[in-house]
Structure formats: structure tokens, C-alpha cells
């Protein structure tokens, strides 16, 4: 636990993983006033907890009930990181996903303004779909954007329901692109394919990509903007504490890559030769996956952002050398 002094900082999904790795930058900056929302089921993403240092902790669906009843419950709240969403884009539960995802973060946001908390929230690069639209958090028309699963809806909606109530204008939205990196262990399917790949190395040696079914792309080509997970939380940190920033920001590196680029780097920092097995991608999936995701973030650099972006295979060394092999959380 940490202390309690001075304004306070609520962190929904504080527990998980961009949560708390946010919760653990915050702490290198000297914040431990921080109150921390989330939902511990029977998996072990407790263990993300144990290092981190914080005020209190408050389950996810105590929160709004609570916040109802008493609004000034945690006394001045200066700023509400909103990271709590079930994030698996497999999730077929329509209900729950607008329950969860758009409705919370609905209320959540309202009670922030209404009490001049900065509000900062997680959406999602899947808000942009196939890409056909751009992949531009400058001038997007947000209406002609389509996700391809109803995880991306979700988070596409409350987007919507931002610009179209000007709640854009004094608050942030960040739509992450591929982040990896520690505290991820608990996601289970929903783990990076770093994650993944050092289990199957561990086990087999080699590693499994997903064949490619379209003829532009040749297996292990398809491309994704992969973003370390420390370098996500600092430009989460910037956008929050800078007066200029509202509405929604690209998080990502700004750089696409392969799997096989990534995979590579695994192997790399594992000092082994590079074995991969090349499987059909299921058909569940196949209409449904993005082929190209780069992230343009020109608009945060426009604001003056100097932070360094980790090159992939920096990133992935320190993630496999310093975390997963010693199965390390951040803040151990």
C-alpha cells in the first residue's frame, strides 16, 4: 500500500496490464496516492500487485455503486486513468461488452467531469478495423470507421458518444496498438505473441505463426505496429498531464513490423536459432484479422512528445531477459 497524500489518482484496471505498469511508472515518479479499481478473478494477476505501491483498492463493480452513492467519496481526484475493459476481441457477449466497456466508461466519464478530474481513457487501435479508413487520429471521420469485432465496437462506441457530446474536447482517449511486455501473464489467449512464443520455445523450440490467406502477403509478413508496454505508459503519462491534449491519440511506435521480425527478436534474445512452423489460421478468425496496423502519431508529437520509442528488438530483449525468464513482474 502507499501513502495518502495530497490529490488522489483513480486507476481502473490497475490491475492488469497496461494498468499496472501505468501504476508502476507512477510510482517511479513518487505517486502512491492512488486508489485502485479492478476485478481479481482465480487467475494470478494479484501478482501484478505485490510490487506496486498504492492508497487503497476498490473491486470494479463496487465502484459506480459507491461513487452513486457517496460522490465525494475519495475526496479530490486529480486525474482517472479509465484501463478497466474486458479486452478479449473474442468475446461474443454483446450485453456484457456494452455493459462493460461502453456504458462504464460512460459514467465513469461523467462522474469525472463533474467533479474536474482529467479523464483519460483506453480505446483501441481495433476501433479502426481493416484499416480501409486510415489508421489518422487527425480529422478521422469516427462514423466511417467499421471494427471487426464487437471488443472494437464497444470501444468505437464510447468514441462516438465523446465527439458526439463534445466530452472530446477535455478529455483523452488513447488507442492503443500492439503492446507488449510484462504483467501480461494472466491474459491467457489474449497474451502477445512475445509471451506466447517464449512458452512454446520453452516446450518445443520452435514457434507457431498463422499462415497468411491473402495472396498480398506472404506468411509471417502480415504486419502489426508492436509497442513496448513501458514506452505506452510514459506517452499515457505525457498526454495526461499535458493541458493541451483532448480527444483521441494513436499509442504505438509508429512502425510496422512482421511476425516474423518479432519472432526473430525472440530467438535473439534467447541466444537460439530462429525455428518456425507456419499453421492455417482458424476460420472463426480469417474475415475478421488485420493484416497491416501501423500507428500514426504525428498528432502527440505535435504536442511537443520527446519520449523514446525502444527499437523492437531492444524491446523484446528486455522483456524476455529481464521478465519472462526469470518470471519477473515490473517493480520485482
Known sequence: ??????????????????????????????????????????DEKWRNLVPLRYEDYIDADELLPRLRENPDLFGKVDKVFHLGACSATTEKDAAYLMRNNFQYTRELAQWALEHWSRFVYASSAATYGDGEEGMSDEGQDLEALRPLNMYGYSKHLFDLYAARNGLDQSIVGLKYFNVFGPNENHKGDMRSLVNKAYDQIVETGKVKLFRSHRPDYEDGKQM???????DAVE????????PKAAGLYNIGSGKAHTWIDLTDAIFKALGKKAEIEFVDMPEQIREKYQYF???????LKGLDYEGEITPLE????????????PDKRLGD
Do not use: P, Q
Open 1 to 42: 500500500m502507499g501513502k495518502t497524500k495530497g490529490n488522489r489518482i483513480l486507476v481502473t484496471g490497475g490491475a492488469g496490464f497496461i494498468g499496472s505498469a501505468l501504476v508502476w511508472a507512477l510510482n517511479l515518479r513518487g505517486e502512491e496516492n492512488i486508489i485502485l479499481c479492478d476485478r481479481l478473478g482465480s
Open 314 to 325: 531492444d524491446a523484446v530483449r528486455d522483456y524476455v531477459v529481464e521478465y519472462l525468464v
Open 224 to 230: 502489426r505496429d508492436f509497442h513496448y508496454v513501458k
Open 235 to 242: 506517452m499515457t503519462l505525457f498526454l495526461a498531464d499535458e
Open 293 to 299: 496496423t501501423e500507428a500514426k502519431i504525428g498528432k
